[in-house]
């Protein structure tokens, strides 16, 4: 098993551009989770999918952050217009239920620094 | 906010093993106590989950306190490599994980 794959690893852009994470989950898996984690904060849920439909946003700091998944083998975060205080690590998770037992798996994460 | 209280630091002697310790003493019936790890600059690993019996796998042994408001993860036999964040979490569906500052185990030579 491959395990989460996230794209790209490492990312560094201008404050202002517009930013695209991405993500396959474990194949077989039908919840999604991405989640940030800076020195500050700690890691926190942004949001997460079941069986690709968006189930609990809150954790969205606000409109800049978008997160999509047209199928069950993808989903992508994106920032526009990206500011400094969004560079974290992102990490995907994905699991088999979402309900219940089932636990997470995760990501190797993107590194995003924001200039 | 986490549910959960850990300590911040702890350290262990390699061979020994290691007992971190979790508080949860407003868990309800229905949610589940999971623990996962973070080495440096990795995703978070899981290790292991119980609900009220205790728990073992090839990784490590949850012990679950009677009354459920306590639980200790043991790593049997610790190496340099088990360095890292440890997460205790209470969740009752899996996905609700609110991960909280966690207790950094050293594993010392």
């Known amino acids: ?115 | 906010d986490a549910k959960t209280t850990q300590p911040t630091s702890m350290d262990c002697a390699e061979g020994r093993a290691a007992n971190l310790p979790c508080n949860h003493s407003t868990i309800s019936g229905n949610e589940y106590v999971y623990w996962y790890r973070q080495i440096h600059s990795q995703g978070p690993q899981y290790i292991i989950h119980g609900l009220k019996n205790n728990e073992t796998n090839e990784m490590a042994s949850l012990i679950i306190t009677e009354d459920r408001k306590s639980s200790t993860l043991i790593l049997p036999h610790a190496t340099l490599r088990d360095t890292a964040v440890y997460y205790c979490i209470v969740s009752n569906y899996g996905q609700n994980f609110v991960f909280g500052p966690g207790t950094r185990l050293s594993v010392l030579p």
């Not at chain 1, 990312?11 to 396959?24: A, F, N, S, Y």
């Not at chain 1, 020195?39 to 700091?61: A, C, Q, T």
């Not at chain 1, 994460?109 to 924001?114: D, F, K, Q």
Request: glycine content about 8%; some cysteine.
């Open chain 1, 1 to 115: 098993d491959a395990g989460v794959i996230q794209s790209p690893r490492h990312e560094v852009t201008e404050m202002g551009q517009e930013v695209t994470l991405r993500c396959k989950p474990i194949s077989g898996h039908n919840s999604l989770f991405w989640y940030r984690q800076t020195m500050m904060r700690g890691l926190e849920l942004l949001i997460y999918f079941n069986n690709n439909v968006p189930i609990d946003d809150s954790g969205m700091p606000e409109d800049r952050f978008s997160a999509k998944m047209p199928n069950a083998s993808f989903s992508t975060l994106k920032i526009q217009p990206s500011e400094p205080r969004d560079s974290a690590v992102y990490f995907c998770a994905s699991s088999r239920t979402g309900i219940g037992t089932d636990t997470q798996y995760f990501g190797p994460g993107t590194r995003l620094t924001v200039l």
